[in-house]
């Protein structure tokens, strides 16, 4: 074989104006459907727009960090983003701030994850390969078919924001194994940080394949790479403990169960969720739910083009420079696909938190990655144009994807895919393959549109499941109604046979406080209620996480407020802090005088969670001041 040739697209920062060329132009047409229908059926349903229409209330109405969703659950509110990480929800209130509907802002955000997709996956193959490999394993990898169950089925946008910037860490992990650089370092620990502040279990993934990274340069007695990566990924853990450290101190005042136990109407216990090998090749995309045993009605299948460079990466495994170069990442694939089967159930029902995964097919955001870095030393191998291989091997697995996913799809389908959508995607494909045959030179520029190409019949199968699944403009968010505090506090959209449901997460019973005994009446909703029967209030004031009442009571009796209690609330009786209790019901319970008095409760936030954002801070600026030292010690030596 040859040497390495030279690169067609340029190196340096001249490559990056093609790069955000085909990422945009690989983004828009992945993100058809998302902009051609209002919304439709996955497995998360509206839960992210109303979130996003709940969470920016609050940032408008003046916290900076909301954590208890005021008007859900019927308006009595709980911690859901205590839990649930941030930085979706302030990505979109930042469009949303802009004037667009929540709606619109929840779709630009899925176009975002896509682009950073892109770029992180093209940043983490560039430290292996030449700028046209990695541009072309980046299109391959962004365009898996995982990420289009994680959108499109799923619809979990919080694992796809926070998979979009896995490869991000791991390339400034690499880059820090090479070297001491401190700005690779923190560059580590703050796109470490913004996974947990995007979605907890691939965060928690993450740092395991972190801290196996770490235990791999021990191995290798690379004690300098260990501590470089254990130190700075610890400091990512500091910057995102204002989330993770209150989300995990504070669970056992939730109902956690749902998330690892529930086995009734559906199962979230992991022993009902593993794969059989078979279905890392079926191309057939569906859109029902993951089911116990082989029966699941999602798609799990590997990219054919990824699949089609581990048969060459196990050959050169005969090499001793095959062996270096392909045996780490081949290992880790194998571990990963070993963690989706029966056989690790050991390790699923022994190892600590694990069980929070739920899905053991949650590790394809980590074969997607490792997957696409092999992908690159394949192509990076073989870019010679005197190597048949990579072209015509591409072209094939290409036109297997595009066949066989066609003929699956086809027969698993009814209805015709909707005209516009289809030609959209269509015209899209070609105006790819155009666009980068003219401004990316050499085999590269003919090579990028065949990942689209493999794609489509996933793009298609959506556009019909969209087609015939498309919620009506009175159920979505971008419904002015259900974007105001007053209908999500009533709740009144109605679900399954028209039975009133509260606006809650994926499950109605997940994270609601344990205190609640007996869940509070629907009609009910709002009042406040006098245990001695007899008594009058008047609602003053709600804002954000406040709310304001004047009562006027006969006598001294209890009172129970529309308010789910839970560790953070502070509430004033006519001007004093009092101690509250939860009642049967869960809600705020206090001891009233006779007469008139004045209430307000304001979630501030425990103790614990003031701690966590106190450390976030200061390590925030400690870092900032220790940056500047350094500068001006450099600057006053030179």
């Given at each position: 074989?040859?040497?390495?040739?030279?690169?067609?697209?340029?190196?340096?920062?001249?490559?990056?104006?093609?790069?955000?060329?085909?990422?945009?132009?690989?983004?828009?047409?992945?993100?058809?459907?998302?902009?051609?229908?209002?919304?439709?059926?996955?497995?998360?349903?509206?839960?992210?727009?109303?979130?996003?229409?709940?969470?920016?209330?609050?940032?408008?109405?003046?916290?900076?960090?909301?954590?208890?969703?005021?008007?859900?659950?019927?308006?009595?509110?709980?911690?859901?983003?205590?839990?649930?990480?941030?930085?979706?929800?302030?990505?979109?209130?930042?469009?949303?701030?802009?004037?667009?509907?929540?709606?619109?802002?929840?779709?630009?955000?899925e176009l975002i994850t896509w682009l950073v997709a892109f770029a992180g996956l093209y940043r983490l193959c560039r430290l292996l390969v030449t700028a046209d490999a990695a541009l072309l394993a980046a299109a391959t990898g962004t365009l898996a078919p995982y990420r289009f169950v994680?959108?499109?089925?799923?619809?979990?946008?919080?694992?796809?924001?926070?998979?979009?910037?896995?490869?991000?860490?791991?390339?400034?992990?690499?880059?820090?194994?090479?070297?001491?650089?401190?700005?690779?370092g923190l560059r580590l620990a703050v796109l470490l940080a913004l996974v947990f502040y995007s979605h907890t279990l691939t965060a928690f993934m993450t740092s395991i394949a972190l801290a196996l990274f770490g235990l791999w340069h021990l191995a290798r007695k690379n004690r300098a790479g260990f501590i470089r990566t254990a130190l700075w990924?610890?400091?990512?853990?500091?910057?995102?403990?204002?989330?993770?450290?209150?989300?995990?101190?504070?669970?056992?005042?939730?109902?956690?169960?749902?998330?690892?136990?529930?086995?009734?109407?559906?199962?979230?216990?992991?022993g009902d969720h593993f794969l059989e090998w078979w279905q890392r090749l079926d191309l057939t995309f569906g859109f029902g739910p993951s089911l116990p045993g082989p029966e699941d009605r999602m798609n799990f299948a590997a990219s054919y083009l990824i699949l089609a460079a581990v048969p060459y990466a196990l050959c050169r495994l005969r090499e001793a420079g095959g062996r270096r170069r392909y045996g780490p990442p081949l290992l880790a694939l194998a571990a990963v696909q070993l963690m989706m089967l029966p056989v690790s159930s050991p390790l699923w029902a022994n190892l600590p938190l694990i069980g929070f995964f739920q899905f053991p097919w949650r590790f394809l955001i980590l074969d997607t990655v490792i997957g696409t870095a092999i992908f690159a030393?394949?192509?990076?191998?073989?870019?010679?144009?005197?190597?048949?291989?990579?072209?015509?091997?591409?072209?094939?697995?290409?036109?297997?994807?595009?066949?066989?996913?066609?003929?699956?799809?086809?027969?698993?389908?009814?209805?015709?895919?909707?005209?516009?959508?289809s030609l959209w995607?269509?015209?899209?494909?070609?105006?790819?393959?155009?666009?980068?045959?003219?401004?990316?030179?050499?085999?590269?520029?003919?090579?990028?549109?065949?990942?689209?190409?493999?794609?489509?019949?996933?793009?298609?199968?959506?556009?019909?499941?969209?087609?015939?699944?498309?919620?009506?403009?009175?159920?979505?968010?971008?419904?002015?109604?259900?974007?105001?505090?007053?209908?999500?506090?009533?709740?009144?959209?109605?679900?399954?046979?028209?039975?009133?449901?509260?606006i809650e997460t994926t499950a109605p019973d997940e994270f609601l406080p344990i205190t609640v005994q007996e869940i509070p009446s629907y009609r009910e909703r709002g009042q406040v209620r006098f245990e001695s029967g007899t008594g009058s209030y008047e609602l003053l004031e709600t804002r954000a996480s406040l709310r304001r009442w004047r009562l006027e009571s006969p006598g001294p009796q209890p009172v129970r407020l529309p308010a789910f209690w839970f560790p953070g609330w502070e509430t004033i009786l006519n001007g004093t802090p009092v101690p509250t209790a939860p009642g049967r019901d869960g809600l705020i319970r206090l001891e009233i005088p006779a007469g008139e008095n004045l209430i307000s409760i304001r979630y501030a936030g425990s103790r614990i969670s003031l701690l966590a954002e106190l450390i976030t801070a200061l390590s925030l600026a400690g870092t900032g001041l220790i940056w500047l030292w350094t500068r001006r010690r450099s600057a006053a030596a030179s």
């Open positions: 074989m040859s040497g390495p040739p030279e690169s067609t697209v340029p190196e340096g920062r001249r490559e990056w104006p093609v790069v955000i060329l085909v990422s945009i132009l690989v983004a828009i047409a992945a993100s058809i459907p998302v902009f051609c229908f209002r919304w439709w059926a996955t497995h998360d349903s509206i839960s992210y727009p109303l979130r996003l229409a709940e969470f920016s209330q609050h940032v408008f109405e003046g916290e900076w960090y909301p954590r208890w969703a005021s008007n859900f659950y019927w308006g009595y509110g709980y911690p859901l983003f205590n839990f649930y990480p941030p930085l979706g929800n302030y990505i979109g209130t930042a469009i949303h701030a802009v004037g667009a509907p929540v709606l619109t802002a929840t779709k630009c955000l994680d959108i499109y089925v799923r619809g979990d946008l919080a694992e796809t924001l926070a998979s979009a910037l896995v490869p991000l860490v791991f390339a400034e992990a690499l880059l820090l194994a090479r070297q001491s650089c401190r700005a690779a990924s610890g400091l990512g853990l500091l910057y995102s403990a204002a989330y993770w450290f209150p989300a995990f101190a504070e669970k056992k005042w939730v109902n956690v169960s749902v998330m690892t136990q529930r086995r009734d109407s559906y199962t979230f216990f992991w030393l394949a192509a990076g191998e073989l870019w010679d144009e005197r190597q048949p291989w990579l072209v015509g091997g591409t072209a094939a697995a290409a036109s297997i994807a595009f066949v066989t996913g066609v003929i699956q799809n086809s027969l698993t389908t009814v209805p015709a895919p909707s005209v516009i959508p995607l269509l015209a899209v494909i070609a105006g790819t393959a155009l666009l980068c045959w003219k401004a990316v030179p050499g085999p590269a520029g003919r090579l990028l549109p065949l990942p689209l190409l493999a794609a489509a019949p996933v793009l298609l199968a959506t556009i019909v499941h969209a087609q015939a699944t498309e919620y009506p403009r009175s159920v979505t968010a971008d419904n002015p109604a259900l974007s105001s505090a007053a209908v999500r506090r009533d709740a009144s959209v109605r679900f399954w046979q028209g039975a009133p449901r509260p």
